[in-house]
């Protein structure tokens, strides 16, 4: 009867091993702010939102802080990975409103964006960069398939380079990842600031 007893528990207690595996950490939920720096102060960094809200947000000591510096097409070179955010147009054809360098690590995909309403990110490598009737054109291969988009003259470029809390100064422009826990506080994850009047284009 002993055996037979530790073997139920032990069964039972087997099978609830996927079921706790599967519920999600409490970290929060993912949450982007874009806007002007108003202040920083004790870790905590106040933004006003491009949307015209205040965010008050947690800054870690340890969170990765980086910066943006400008680049060109002639910089985007065939099998760069790099981020671009994309949206149709009045002529009906994709126009990047972007263009950003990624580190190889970053995952390829292509997903809805919240840059602008309708626009689209896709992280991919390059595969050629173009000069046709439309414009300068970037190709880039999604799923085995071609993507391309129109690179305007005013369409930043840019890499990113690690930056530190010096960045975070009144009257810079930041776009910050967070997290936005169940009692409303804002944890920022990563942040990408402002330096030397260029600013984060995504």
Same mark, same amino acid.
């Given at each position: 009867?002993?055996?037979?007893?530790?073997?139920?528990?032990?069964?039972?207690?087997?099978? %609830?091993?996927? %079921?706790?595996?599967?519920?999600?950490?409490?970290?929060?939920?993912?949450?982007?702010?874009?806007?002007?720096?108003?202040? @920083?102060?004790?870790?905590?960094?106040?933004?006003?939102?491009?949307? &015209?809200?205040?965010?008050?947000?947690?800054?870690?000591?340890?969170?990765?802080?980086?910066?943006?510096?400008?680049?060109?097409?002639?910089?985007?070179?065939?099998?760069?990975?790099?981020?671009?955010?994309?949206?149709?147009? %009045?002529?009906?054809?994709?126009?990047?409103?972007?263009?950003? @360098?990624?580190?190889?690590?970053?995952?390829?995909? /292509? @997903?809805?964006?919240?840059?602008?309403?309708?626009?689209?990110?896709?992280?991919?490598?390059?595969? /050629?960069?173009?000069?046709?009737?439309? &414009?300068?054109?970037?190709?880039?291969?999604?799923?085995?398939?071609?993507?391309?988009?129109?690179?305007?003259?005013?369409?930043?470029?840019?890499?990113?380079?690690?930056?530190? %809390?010096?960045?975070?100064?009144?009257?810079?422009?930041?776009?910050?990842?967070?997290?936005?826990?169940?009692?409303?506080?804002?944890?920022?994850?990563?942040?990408?600031?402002?330096?030397?009047?260029?600013?984060?284009?995504?």
């Amino acid at each position: 009867m002993r055996k037979i007893a530790w073997t139920a528990a032990a069964l039972a207690a087997t099978l %609830a091993l996927p %079921a706790l595996a599967q519920q999600p950490a409490p970290d929060g939920t993912p949450l982007t702010v874009r806007g002007t720096i108003e202040k @920083f102060e004790n870790q905590t960094l106040t933004v006003k939102a491009r949307e &015209g809200n205040v965010v008050v947000i947690a800054v870690p000591a340890n969170v990765n802080i980086n910066a943006p510096v400008k680049k060109t097409l002639a910089d985007i070179k065939p099998g760069d990975l790099v981020g671009s955010t994309s949206v149709k147009k %009045a002529d009906g054809k994709l126009h990047s409103l972007e263009v950003h @360098f990624l580190p190889p690590t970053v995952a390829e995909r /292509q @997903f809805a964006f919240d840059l602008a309403p309708d626009s689209t990110m896709t992280n991919a490598k390059v595969a /050629q960069v173009m000069s046709t009737t439309d &414009g300068n054109v970037l190709r880039v291969n999604v799923d085995g398939k071609p993507f391309d988009v129109i690179i305007d003259a005013d369409t930043p470029i840019v890499a990113n380079v690690a930056g530190d %809390a010096s960045l975070l100064k009144p009257g810079a422009f930041v776009r910050v990842n967070s997290l936005k826990k169940a009692d409303g506080s804002i944890t920022a994850t990563g942040i990408n600031a402002e330096k030397d009047g260029v600013r984060p284009p995504n």
